[in-house]
């Protein structure tokens, strides 16, 4: 179990990193969609030298079926979450996603049999509970006028997305290991990015020469924090149940709010963190529960 927490350290240290990096490199007036191209591309170049030492003919239809069912779900969802941290405050957008454990619990309940306790039900109030703070320090406020903001409904969208990801994830390891779900979630998200890029009719050939040298170190950061973030999901979820999983990287939020008032100077630190804290509660009484 040492590993898987460790695992866990890792992965809520850098996910914020990743959005960090997502948003700078939107905020330089690259085309949300075409970052997340990048990110998936890369990875999948490098994945290639770890492919050669795998039998991909042992594989079954449905590790094949569920392989590309979590690209798809992977690639759109981050799509939106780029699209998200491009409009929106990274202090608000990050404890969102606290609520993926909320939607992890339920798919997992579908497609996994994973049945929350009553206690796990009251973290899901509490996670509830604490989001009232965060966003609160909206100009909407908590209420249902939150919901038209553009960057709010695609950080739902892909909260949601993602942690369906996440369970398909879990499948994907039952039929093969960490390092083969890793790969083949690479090469599934950037075949389903590039389709995004072909629909919204992308021009790939301007996006790529408006990347400048001085942004490659902002890519190679965040192509190493995707990388690492995604390897120990993988091994978090072949150890322990994906809900679980969820519940404990919402930790990540502190650090999300964090960065955000560090490096983009966002405002209401303190209701923010007292929020986060609330929802960390809530996903500490998930695990328990």
Not at 16 to 44: A, E
Request: a positive charge; glycine letters at 10%; proline letters at 2%.
């Amino acid at each position: 179990m040492a590993l898987t927490y460790l695992a866990i350290i890792v992965r809520v240290l850098l996910n914020p990193f990743s959005n960090v990096f997502q948003k700078q490199l939107t905020g330089r007036g690259h085309d949300p969609l075409l970052v997340n191209f990048i990110s998936y591309m890369t990875l999948s170049i490098a994945c290639i030298a770890f492919a050669w030492h795998v039998d991909w003919t042992s594989f079954s239809g449905e590790f094949w079926g569920y392989a590309a069912l979590g690209g798809l779900f992977g690639a759109v969802g981050n799509g939106f979450l780029v699209m998200a941290l491009k409009r929106g405050d990274l202090s608000v957008l990050g404890p969102i996603n606290s609520y993926k454990s909320i939607v992890g619990i339920i798919v997992s309940i579908i497609m996994l049999g994973e049945l929350p306790s009553l206690i796990g039900m009251a973290g899901v109030g509490t996670i509830v509970f604490g989001s009232y703070f965060i966003f609160d320090t909206t100009e909407e406020g908590f209420s249902l006028k939150l919901l038209k903001s553009p960057e709010i409904q695609y950080r739902i969208l892909a909260m949601v997305l993602t942690a369906i990801e996440a369970v398909i994830i879990k499948k994907v390891i039952i039929h093969s290991d960490t390092t083969v779900s890793f790969i083949v979630w690479c090469w599934a998200g950037a075949l389903f990015s590039f389709i995004q890029l072909v629909i919204m009719k992308t021009d790939l050939k301007c996006g790529f020469q408006n990347i400048k040298p001085h942004d490659m170190r902002i890519v190679i950061g965040l192509v190493s924090c995707i990388s690492l973030t995604q390897y120990t999901t993988n091994y978090t979820f072949k150890h322990i149940n994906v809900g679980y999983g969820l519940a404990l990287f919402q930790l990540s939020t502190i650090v999300s709010i964090v960065l955000g008032y560090k490096i983009f100077h966002e405002e209401s630190i303190v209701k923010k963190l007292v929020g986060a804290l609330i929802m960390i509660v809530g996903s500490v009484l998930i695990i328990f529960g």
